[in-house]
């Protein structure tokens, strides 16, 4: 019986071949999909579920309360660390700091030979053993509670340890980091997986960190340093509310009152770090879990849509098969017997689309793994175990859904009508569905597609705001030693280069993911403000470099240490000041310094930060000991020649260290390259279910043109004209997509309103982006069913009227 159920079946497919390709086609893209979207969202949810003790695991965040959602800083201040143990002392080998580093160079020897690696940035860290405590690591050589005890110490990872010393056992070989202090290797252990926020490598020794030289001082409680976080291991009697209310007890306890008054210390669990947008992490990739429902709903929608495609064609064909199925009733098959013909029918086309899915997916697996950043490591959809039980699920409910309601409306059709040829009477009913369903899979695409248009709008307008500062034909590069004869030894080696209009000496880019906040002293104020302000120190060349604008008084003059200030608008604007010119001659002290220096200048507002966040005060200085990274201002006729005389002039300078150098505008771009990779994904989405969509509608329009084909022949016998009947074919649809638009806008304009909040900076809805997603609906629609309705404008009404 059931292999009579599947012969029947493939013969009716093959019989109507064209529809079959058609559901297909449609099916085997929407499972395509499914299965793309579901490998994403897997991966995604299980970043950091490794770890045994993960939720006990917490990372200690500063929350300033006036700033919202906009006020949390991961950066810790270093004095933190040890305070915390001793006022917890439940939490002394239960609490570590990991300190990260920028780009950093490690030299290896080998003999007489030095090889030289630069690693990129927050892959060396300083660490302590408490850490491999509390995450979880698989140790080749070495041991947990002891390889990181001692200073000067260093655990790779295996792939780290191949880089540097080959297939030779690393055990008691000995790296620099960065020409200023050696590391005996005492560890290695296996790479951490991809879906991980602590990418380390390269593990150095936390109790090394004193030596070699942190970034912000040890005693400093106002100053952090974003690579420098916390985390903490409650035990399993505290709960994270109760460690928070303890918290903030703490930070009123060592911190200054005003800014213990508005800044919290939290705890924000390490499950949810890769979810939260509102905060970075070492790895710069997050994705809010509003996004992965959006995708996982995206993908039910092309799916729905495939579906819609199937129900529609099949109830199309409905009435062609009537008089089959009165014979068949005839013959005595029940109705139970004719829903499992029908379901077996849908279930050959769902297997089928499984496969061609299947081949599909795993083709396109490392392009789209490319646009989203994710690692597939080496993933065979065949044998995937969770990825077959998936698609298992997934035909099931692609058959019950796409099936279910053709085998009711076919096995119920009465033998004595169907005989007769008298169910068209029916078919209105399954028209005003078929209607129906087209209006749904058009409201999807459209609201996929005023999604995609307003993303686009967004991506746009990131690209073309004025920052404040100029970001074009600049490059910049790390420096190393900041010793005044080595640095001015540089400049005067450039210096008459043609083609390089400036130079400037800085510790960060005016927009950065390096960041230096701290609080500070103003006027006679004895206590800190309640606000902190981001640091920018540079030399005077930075303005001209750069190109920001001076609003008020001047520039600070030449010196290695901070001797005077400039600030920027927003500074100005948070003290209550109106007129820039009231704050020259001010005075203030940074951080935990009690030296107040002069405020001589204010520069109009430039973002530090990337435009999910506003504008914060910040402060301008000279400070030799913080001077990071060269820029250079190129002219732009600049090329590659003059890249190379820089690069000569650098090695000298700096012949123990590597060469590299960035564009300034390439790295703004990656600031937005999690939007970029979604927008670029959403792109594909939108074209994939506007595509599936047309399927179906071309199947019914060619089903529409064929039932009808005698009324199209006695229209143009009594004088219809070829657009007229092209008319009549065309403006139900068009009729269809206008309901769409109106029920998909509203909706649409939700969604993106909800996304658009993740930005300080955004664009504004206009209502032409419907009006243009409506006229590009309607356009594909009539393009869609132009092919057959043309054909049935064209038809001879002689033939149309002698056929049966």
Not at 35 to 48: A, C, G, K, Q
Not at 489 to 503: C, D, F, Q, Y
Request: aromatic share 12%; net charge positive.
């Amino acid at each position: 019986m059931i292999r009579n159920y599947f012969v029947t079946s493939f013969r009716n497919l093959r019989r109507n071949w064209n529809f079959t390709i058609l559901n297909v086609v449609g099916l085997t893209l929407g499972i395509a999909c499914c299965l793309l979207i579901f490998f994403t969202v897997r991966y995604e949810l299980s970043f950091d579920s490794h770890h045994r003790n993960m939720d006990r695991i917490f990372r200690i965040v500063k929350y300033n309360k006036s700033l919202g959602d906009k006020g949390y800083n991961t950066g810790m201040p270093l004095p933190a660390l040890a305070a915390l143990r001793n006022d917890f002392p439940e939490l002394k080998n239960q609490v570590t700091c990991t300190y990260a580093m920028r780009e950093t160079l490690v030299t290896v020897k080998k003999g007489a030979k030095r090889e030289k690696h630069a690693d990129q940035s927050n892959t060396v860290s300083f660490i302590g053993p408490e850490y491999f405590r509390m995450f979880d690591y698989t140790w080749i050589k070495g041991s947990p509670s002891t390889s990181l005890a001692n200073p000067g110490s260093v655990v790779l990872s295996e792939s780290q340890a191949i880089k540097y010393f080959g297939h030779a056992d690393p055990m008691g070989k000995t790296i620099n980091v960065n020409n200023q202090m050696d590391f005996l290797v005492t560890g290695i252990v296996k790479d951490p997986p991809a879906t991980t926020n602590f990418p380390f490598h390269t593990m150095l020794s936390f109790s090394s960190l004193k030596e070699y030289g942190a970034f912000t001082n040890w005693d400093d409680w106002a100053s952090s340093y974003g690579g420098g976080q916390m985390y903490l291991m409650l035990p399993e009697a505290v709960s994270q509310k109760k460690m928070e209310q303890q918290l903030v007890l703490f930070g009123k306890k060592y911190r200054e009152p005003k800014q213990a008054a508005t800044e919290d210390f939290v705890l924000q669990p390490v499950k949810d770090i890769h979810f939260d947008t509102k905060t970075s992490n070492y790895t710069g990739r997050s994705i809010s879990k509003g996004m992965i429902w959006s995708m996982v709903m995206v993908g039910v929608f092309i799916l729905v849509t495939a579906c819609v495609n199937f129900v529609n064609l099949a109830t199309a064909q409905a009435l062609r098969r009537a008089k089959e199925v009165g014979v068949r009733k005839v013959l005595g098959s029940t109705r139970g017997q004719l829903l499992r013909q029908y379901f077996s029918e849908t279930a050959v086309i769902t297997v089928t689309s499984v496969f061609f899915a299947l081949a599909i997916a795993q083709y396109v697996l490392p392009y789209v793994a490319g646009t989203l950043n994710v690692r597939p490591d080496g993933v065979v959809f065949f044998t995937d175990l969770p990825v077959l039980g998936f698609l298992a699920v997934l035909a099931v409910l692609t058959t019950l859904l796409a099936g279910f309601y053709p085998a009711i409306v076919v096995s119920g059709y009465q033998p004595v009508l169907a005989l007769k040829g008298k169910m068209r009477t029916a078919g209105n009913r399954q028209s005003h569905l078929r209607s129906g369903l087209i209006v749904l899979q058009f409201t999807i695409s459209q609201i996929v597609l005023i999604g995609t248009l307003i993303a686009y709008s967004q991506m746009k307008y990131f690209r073309t705001i004025d920052l404040g500062f100029q970001k074009d034909e600049i490059i910049s590069m790390p420096v190393y030693g900041q010793e005044p004869e080595k640095l001015n030894a540089l400049k005067t080696r450039l210096v008459n280069e043609p083609g390089i209009i400036s130079m400037s000496y800085s510790a960060f880019t005016p927009m950065s993911r390096s960041n230096w906040q701290t609080g500070f002293k103003f006027e006679n104020d004895a206590e800190m403000l309640d606000f902190d302000i981001v640091m920018r120190p540079a030399d005077t060349a930075y303005v001209k470099t750069y190109g920001l604008t001076l609003l008020a008084g001047r520039m600070y003059l030449p010196a290695d240490t901070m001797r005077e200030y400039v600030v920027n608008e927003a500074f100005v604007k948070k003290l209550g000041l109106k007129d820039p010119n009231d704050i020259l001659g001010k005075r203030m002290a940074i951080g935990g310094s009690g030296v107040k220096l002069p405020i001589v200048g204010v520069v109009k507002n430039f973002n530090t930060f990337s435009l999910h966040r506003e504008i914060i005060p910040c402060v301008l200085t000279t400070d030799i000991n913080n001077y990071l990274t060269l820029n250079i201002k190129l002219a732009s006729s600049a090329d590659r020649r003059l890249i190379d005389k820089i690069e000569k002039a650098w090695t000298a300078t700096f012949p123990d260290y590597l060469f590299s150098y960035h564009y300034f505008d390439q790295t703004l771009s990656s600031f937005y390259e999690k939007e970029e990779k979604l927008f670029a994904l959403f792109r594909i989405l939108t074209g994939i279910a506007i595509f599936i969509g047309c399927l179906g509608l071309y199947g019914v329009v060619a089903f529409m043109a064929e039932s009808r084909i005698k009324e199209m022949g006695i229209r143009k016998a009594v004088g219809a004209s070829a657009m007229n009947i092209f008319g009549l074919f065309s403006i139900d649809f068009v009729k269809l997509v206008i309901i769409a638009l109106v029920i998909a806008s509203p909706v649409a304009w939700y969604v993106m309103n909800e996304w658009l909040q993740g930005f300080t900076y955004q664009v504004h809805i206009s209502w032409w982006l419907y009006v243009l997603a409506g006229m590009a609906a309607i356009v594909i629609a009539l393009v869609t069913t132009s092919f057959q309705s043309i054909k049935a404008a064209f038809v001879n009404p002689v033939t149309a009227l002698k056929s049966e």
